[in-house]
């Protein structure tokens, strides 16, 4: 969940003209995200930003450029970009600060959507990306980590980027993504075939359908999906004035804020390790890395898409006392790498996945931490590594299924067999290039994107 965390020793205290109070951690960036003041006591979140944007003169031009692009987004369904500038502290962007959970969190805690919630999130997410394109950009790692529930009853786009489409990341593959996160909030869990759309409403099925369409080229563009959800919709204010009308959810439940750490807080957000047995659940505290935490649900409309598929996780209780992660019991016999299944006999891993991906991954409730996964062409196995505060643990993973979009794959804990236990792991090819990866076993599931180092 975004929330706030103390400054850590080194962080600036002033970034051009706001006054920072803190970081906002649970939104999945590269880029450190801190919670600052304007003049006038407005609170806003300001993005530094990595890279050689500030390398010389031409480069700070491009920035301005472009950030002066960012800040002509629409402010429908999206954060509004407010402010630029080039700090000592680097370049810098300044948006709303929007208070509420995120759509990943709100479906992981209070359970899916339906009806009109479903329908008014739709409608909001598509509203939020036809602003965006509209101003010439993309979002490029759309999911529902970067859709905040806001306190009026919408949703906002958070931190797209600044810069024109370019590779993977274009328009179609933010619709793309659109669609998987629909499919999320609906089902909370990866629908496998094309019958998983019958979960949606029948006047969402047909827009999701189409944006999962393996060829770009005939996805639909984000204000086509919300003049076709609209429908009849009187739009004499504006197909996206419109589109951010609809956007707001009846459902009470929905309507909870960000939470805010005390001040000395440690400079990363809790997070618990589950433990089952007679319904006892055990608690530890991690300290979770940076990098992509998408928890994106995926439909497979044909047996080989070349966009991959996210996974969204149930949730356990947890209380103090253990150090596991996803653990069934600590007097429990834990599994031995020798009781992993053997890898099918034509299973290896393709080019696509070969590498070293790392990324922060999430364990309901709010569990977090790092992962690292590493593998070859051609293999049958490759390996992984877990790490936090408290624990760390490494081991193999067994080759048991490969398509050209996705990889099955059994655990084996070598090391650290105390802290973390055997299971399933799937790996899958995300339309930015990334991986998600999730770990299933027989407490909550955990997943998360991993990058390619």
């Known amino acids: 969940m975004p929330q706030h965390v103390s400054l850590r020793p080194g962080d600036p205290s002033w970034v051009g003209r706001y006054r920072l109070g803190g970081r906002l951690q649970g ?19 300001i993005s530094m930003l990595q890279g050689d944007w500030a390398h010389d003169a031409a480069a700070r031009d491009r920035f301005a450029a472009e950030a002066a692009v960012a800040r002509r ?13 080039v700090d000592p502290a680097g370049p810098y962007l300044v948006s709303d600060y929007v208070a509420g959970p995120s759509l990943l969190e709100l479906v992981q805690t209070r359970g899916v959507l339906h009806g009109h919630d479903l329908e008014a999130v739709a409608v909001g997410m598509a509203t939020g990306l036809a602003s965006v394109h ?8 759309f999911g529902p980590e970067y859709v905040i529930m806001g306190a009026d009853g919408a949703p906002r786009v958070v931190e797209f980027g600044i810069t024109p489409p370019y590779g993977t990341a274009t328009p179609a593959a933010d619709m793309l993504a659109w669609a998987q996160t629909v499919a999320f909030a609906a089902s909370g869990h990866p629908a496998e075939t094309p019958q998983d759309l019958d979960v949606l409403p029948a006047r969402l099925r047909g827009p999701v359908a189409e944006c999962l369409e393996p060829d770009p080229e005939n996805r639909p563009a984000a204000r086509a999906v919300v003049r076709s959800l609209l429908g009849d919709t009187d739009l004499r204010a504006g197909l996206l004035a419109a589109g951010s009308r609809h956007a707001v959810r009846q459902d ?9 750490e005390p001040a000395a807080a440690a400079p990363g957000p809790q997070a618990r390790a589950s433990a089952r047995q007679a319904g006892l659940h055990q608690r530890t505290r991690f300290s979770p890395g940076r990098r992509r935490a998408l928890l994106i649900a995926a ?12 996974h ?12 596991r992660l996803s653990a069934s019991s600590r007097d429990e016999k834990r599994p031995t790498p020798s009781a992993t299944p053997s890898p099918g006999s034509s299973a290896r891993t393709p080019a696509a996945f070969a590498g070293s991906w790392a990324g922060l991954v999430r364990q309901p409730p709010t569990d977090t931490y790092d992962v690292t996964v590493t593998l070859a062409t051609g293999a049958t196995s490759g390996t992984v590594s877990y790490s ?14 490969a398509t050209a979009s996705e990889l099955s794959l059994s655990q084996g804990i070598v090391h650290g067999q105390s802290d973390c236990e055997n299971g399933r792991v799937t790996i899958k090819l995300t339309s930015a290039g990334s991986v998600w990866f999730s770990f299933h076993s027989d407490g909550p599931t955990a997943a998360g994107r991993l990058q390619h180092r």
């Open 252 to 260: 009470p439940r929905a309507q909870s804020g960000r939470t805010r």
């Open 388 to 401: 936090g505060t408290n624990f760390s643990c490494s081991g193999t993973l067994t080759l048991t299924a």
């Open 27 to 45: 939104i999945p960036t590269d880029d450190p995200i801190f919670i600052g003041f304007a003049p006038d006591g407005t609170e806003v979140a």
């Open 73 to 85: 987004v629409p402010p429908f369904c999206t954060a509004r970009v407010l402010d630029a500038g």
């Open 299 to 310: 439909i497979v409309v044909v047996l080989v898409a070349a966009a991959g598929i996210v």
């Open 134 to 141: 509209q101003a010439g950009l993309v979002h490029g790692s």
């Open 312 to 323: 969204a996780v149930t949730s356990g209780g947890s209380n103090p006392g253990s150090d």
